[in-house]
């Protein structure tokens, strides 16, 4: 059974940074990519980050323009989003997924997380 989880959500103020972290059991997380979407109220879910089983490729959503920055660790089995510069319309519940390979198509991902909340406001 893959297990996903993500943690670090919360409340931040519009410029401010946060970090969300992702891990992933159950099966080998150095044989998958890790991606990372995000759904606001009344919105459908977007792609924000995804990186490579290898950590050597990342891609972004169009929205995310240098202010996000993902990465993993294949031995402590995790996948970080650093958001930097937040502002409010990047308040969403956030989801980490694992999948085959990083593209930005969700249905690639297989295995989801429950998601965490961001708020951004003053």
């Known amino acids: 059974q893959v297990h996903v989880v993500e943690s670090g959500g919360g409340l931040v103020q519009p410029g401010n940074s946060l970090t969300l972290s992702c891990t992933a059991s159950?099966?080998?997380?150095?044989?998958?990519?890790m991606a990372w979407f995000r759904q606001a109220p009344g919105k459908d879910r977007e792609f924000v980050a995804a990186?490579?089983?290898?950590?050597?490729?990342?891609i972004y959503g169009d929205f995310v323009r240098g202010r996000f920055s993902v990465s993993r660790d294949n031995v402590k089995n995790t996948v970080i989003l650093q958001m930097n510069s937040l502002k409010h319309e990047d308040t969403a519940i956030y989801y980490c997924?694992?999948?085959?390979?990083?593209?930005?198509?969700?249905?690639?991902?297989?295995?989801w997380g429950q998601g965490t909340q961001v708020t951004v406001s003053s």
């Open positions: 990186i490579s089983w290898s950590g050597r490729e990342t």
């Open positions: 159950g099966r080998t997380f150095s044989n998958y990519a």
């Open positions: 997924a694992q999948g085959s390979v990083a593209t930005k198509v969700q249905r690639v991902y297989d295995y």
